[in-house]
């Protein structure tokens, strides 16, 4: 974060200590999104991901239900597609696999989107962006409270991320039709 990082990306669990309580706070007095996977027992979101400034991330499947290993709770902020994901494995080759830990990276991916467009924004100004334009059309979503960035439930948090309606949030896009004549 001293060197520039705006985004700081977590797929672990740990217990809690005071050190990484005041790395949190640091990061966060800096504007900096600290995003962490919820992790995989089917049990209450963990740590460093339990803690309130930190972005707790939850896994969907691929018909956006939550992923049935994916941890949930009042810690859980969002979810987003964690089975099935391919990525690189060892000896160079590629596998897909399942975790909390493909899901988080989604959601730094759209942070960074986000500050692309607008880098004077604040850490919180990005969270509540991503936050507040998470997909409502998820199967099987009951609310279960409001929050500050809109409806939420501790087994989706705000619902599934969508880095298009984020996007266009913080900068309309304006379409303009092209005409036939203007084509070369």
């Known amino acids: 974060m ?3 990082a705006k985004i700081i990306q977590l797929s672990l669990k740990t217990a809690q200590s005071n050190d990484i309580e005041t790395a949190i706070q640091y990061a966060v007095n800096n504007h900096v999104i600290i995003v962490c996977c919820s992790h995989n027992q089917d049990s209450l979101v963990t740590y460093p991901a339990s803690n309130p400034n930190v972005i707790a991330v939850g896994a969907t499947d691929s018909n956006n239900n939550r992923a049935s290993f994916s941890n949930y709770g ?3 902020d969002v979810v987003a597609p964690g089975v099935g994901i391919y990525s690189t ?3 160079n080759t ?3 696999s399942d975790g909390t830990s493909f899901a988080a990276p989604i959601v730094s991916g759209i942070a960074a989107l986000i500050w692309s467009i607008n880098p004077s924004l604040t850490g919180q100004q990005v969270r509540n962006f991503i936050e507040s334009t998470c997909n409502k059309n998820i199967p099987n979503f009951t609310v279960t ?7 939420w439930n501790n087994r989706l948090g705000y ?4 880095a298009y309606a984020a996007v266009r949030k913080r900068v309309p ?3 303009r039709p092209l005409s036939v004549s203007s084509v070369p």
């Open 74 to 76: 009042n810690n859980l």
């Open 173 to 175: 896009l304006y379409h």
């Open 2 to 4: 001293d060197n520039g």
């Open 145 to 151: 409270q409001t929050r500050p960035n809109g409806t």
């Open 94 to 96: 590629y596998r897909a």
């Open 159 to 162: 619902r599934l991320v969508d």
């Open 89 to 91: 494995t060892l000896n």
